[in-house]
């Protein structure tokens, strides 16, 4: 997965990153990206490496991206930079991190709902700038195609200032959007960054409501206090946790969020070479997961061998689940459920 954060100047963007990646000096130079990928943490992986001690224990990744600004007056008022839209545009998600402390420079007071609609405009106003130019190009060229039926609609609702993320679109127009890698359609999470004693307080309803009605998720978090604590040896960070009124850490919170966000769940693969957790959409059939691993079992598959995670744990692993009858084949059209423990059988 492929997180992008941005922000206006002054929001602490790449405080969160490092809050995030736990990353202490992350200094690059302007208009480059800074780049850290974490582990997905998942004790159900834990539990799986600790019955088969495989050569390899593999967990699913995040990398997250921080693109420094250019540079030039424009920085105190725009976020998209030409860097930072090419990363945006093949994000799986996107963070827009909104000041919620006094502007430590001039000392102006937060104003995050105002800062995530002005960031929400930049997203808006660069798809519609994609969708008019392609729009004008078919009509000069006479094209009468379905893509000539598609824009309008779009073009219509971006300039009523509304993300096409909130916009539903046909399964089979998906794939012809897709093309246009609209950064105004990917997933949003709003971060709140917030002053150290506000760590624990309740989400604001006003800034809640609003990122809701945009089809985003809202999450809060003290990114200089929790950088400070991401950077601690994981056993030391618990107590400082508790002392700031946090029940887990930033990266726990997000991953759990962007998870929910994204409709995502891990079905996972086990054995004495790899245990490992592979990422799908929720919904996903048994054939198309198989994919995720090798789009030959993909193409041969024949069926899955399941289990679910919980009669995994019950009856101790797939030999006693297998005795106890609790292990099960299930055909291409099986939709996968989290956790599943899964072997395909597949014909090259």
Known sequence: MKVVIAGFPRAGKTTVFQSLTGLADTTSARGA??????????E?????????????TTYATITFVDVQPEGGAE??????SPALTAELRDADLIVAVVRGFPDPF???????EREF??????????DLAVLDRRLERLR???????????????????????????????PEDVKVLSGYQLVSRRPLLVVLNRPDEDAASALPEGLTRRVHEHGGELLAMAGRLEREIAELPPEEQAP????AGLEASARDRFVQTAYRLLDLVSFLTSGEDECRAWTITRGTSAQRAAGKIH?????????????????FVRYGGEAECKKAGRSRLEGKEYVVQDGDVIHFRFNV
């Open 106 to 112: 001039g000392g102006d007071a937060a104003e995050p």
């Open 33 to 42: 990206a800074s780049r850290g990928l974490i582990r997905v943490p998942d």
């Open 75 to 80: 920085e105190k008022t725009t976020v998209l």
């Open 117 to 126: 609609e002005r960031f929400e405009e930049e997203l808006v106003l660069s």
């Open 44 to 56: 159900r992986v834990d539990h799986l490496s600790g019955i088969y001690s495989p050569k390899k």
């Open 140 to 170: 000069k060229e006479g094209n009468k195609g379905r893509e000539v039926q598609l824009l309008p609609p779009l073009v219509d609702w971006l300039g009523e200032g509304k993300p096409l993320r909130t916009m539903s679109v046909a």
């Open 240 to 243: 400082f946790l508790r002392d």
């Open 295 to 311: 789009s030959d079992i993909e193409k041969g598959f024949i069926r899955a061998e399941v289990i679910g995670w919980e009669d």
